[in-house]
Nanobody, 123 residues
Framework: VQLQACGGGLVQAGGSLRLSCAASGHTFNGYSMGWFRQAPGKEREFVAT????????HYADSVKDRFAIARDNAKNTVYLQMNSLKPEDTAVYYC?????????????????WGQGTLVTVSS
């Protein structure tokens, strides 16, 4: 599975962005998906995850009620809608895929990773 993330950019605090992650090269079937982010000088951290059918989701406390993860399996694409953005949301955002779902916030277990897309939130 190849994952291609896009949709990052520069936005003012309080604004919104929608990230997309398209999968190719292998069936998307059965994979749960996650979004992670890495800010400059910090470790990669969990943002959100969604099950294969989209019925189960889990968010980091820092983004809960502001971000929403969704997927369109017909398009092999997962999305991250980010609202009420804050400067501390500035990071490179990565999508990832794994063959089972848990609400664990660890990056362990993800088999495939995208290349990342940069989100910059100005104050």
């Amino acid at each position: 599975v190849q994952l291609q993330a896009c949709g990052g950019g520069l936005v003012q605090a309080g604004g919104s962005l929608r990230l997309s992650c398209a999968a190719s090269g292998h069936t998307f079937n059965g994979y749960s998906m996650g979004w992670f982010r890495q800010a400059p000088g910090k470790e990669r951290e969990f943002v959100a995850t969604i099950s294969w059918g989209g019925t189960m989701t889990h968010y980091a406390d820092s983004v809960k009620d502001r971000f929403a993860i969704a997927r369109d399996n017909a398009k092999n694409t997962v999305y991250l809608q980010m609202n009420s953005l804050k400067p501390e949301d500035t990071a490179v955002y990565y999508c990832a895929a794994k063959s089972y779902y848990t609400n664990a916030e660890s990056s362990i277990g993800y088999d495939y990773w995208g290349q990342g897309t940069l989100v910059t939130v100005s104050s």
